[in-house]
């Protein structure tokens, strides 16, 4: 049986941002392949809406919930099979990768560098032809054919954003100055920098990942939630209710 840390939540902060009433948005960042780590967040969430009924509890997925860590193949099996609360999964780069190398073998040697080899073996796939430097296409092959279709077709619904009330839920950011429907889809999965540096109003306060903290950070305009699960074992989300914020942290206890 396994055993866990549950941390304890800092109290609620409150934010110049709010959701509707009756509705709770549980904001998940990335899970990079940390099967442990989601199934915990599974259950704390659970335990957070038993603990604290309400009408419309929304589960948000930010991203990235393949590579790096051992179990891509488990975390896509539970997120594209889970059906309550209501939930919404979003793009992150690394599907964008994944994606691409199936549509285009060429590009497997660039996933494979940030990442892509853990899903690959994820999904029993051998890299060893792609790490000798052969034809790729084999492997995009082998991926295809391992990957449940039910896996592809989550994958390739994942959507690029969504708005609750004041907040605006996207993989990486938005570009300063562009209004939501103008914004380009490689901005939103990629952008850093000039998003993260950006002082002012987003129009909405922005719930993210993509870019990985030691700890869920809390901005006037933004809130990042990747706290580097695949290394430092630590997925956060962001509870958001009313006015109010407060953060989870679900940490597998170490063996």
């Known amino acids: ?60 997925h930010l991203g990235d919930y393949i590579d790096r860590g051992p179990d891509s193949h488990g975390v896509i099996e539970t997120l594209s099979m889970a059906a309550t609360p209501a939930r919404h999964h979003l793009l992150g780069n690394h599907e964008r990768f994944l994606l691409d190398a199936l ?36 492997v995009a092959d082998a991926l295809r054919e391992a990957m449940p279709p039910h896996h592809l077709a989550f994958l390739r619904r994942l959507d ?19 209004a939501l429907e103008r914004q380009e889809a490689d901005d ?36 990042n939630l990747d706290s580097g699960a695949y290394a430092s074992g630590r997925l956060s989300a962001a509870v958001l209710e009313g006015a109010t914020v407060r953060i989870m942290v679900a940490q597998p206890a170490s063996r």
């Open 1 to 60: 049986m396994l055993a866990f840390l549950r941390r304890r939540a800092p109290a609620a902060a409150r934010i110049a941002a709010s959701v509707p009433p009756g509705v709770r948005v549980y904001a998940v960042g990335d899970v990079h392949g940390r099967l442990d780590c989601l199934m915990l967040m599974e259950a704390m969430i659970a335990d957070d809406i038993a603990a604290r009924p309400i009408a419309n509890p929304v589960v948000i």
């Open 103 to 138: 549509d285009n073998p060429a590009r497997l040697e660039g996933w494979s560098a940030v990442g892509g080899l853990a899903a690959l073996r994820s999904y029993g796939v051998d890299p060893g032809p792609l790490l000798r430097g052969r034809d790729p296409g084999p």
């Open 160 to 178: 690029l954003m969504l708005v609750v009330g004041d907040y605006c839920f996207v993989h990486a950011g938005l570009r300063p100055g562009v």
């Open 188 to 223: 939103v999965i990629w952008l850093r920098d000039e998003f993260l540096n950006h002082r002012g109003s987003f129009g909405h306060v922005v719930v993210h990942g993509h870019t990985a903290v030691p700890e869920a950070e809390i901005h006037p305009n933004r809130i």
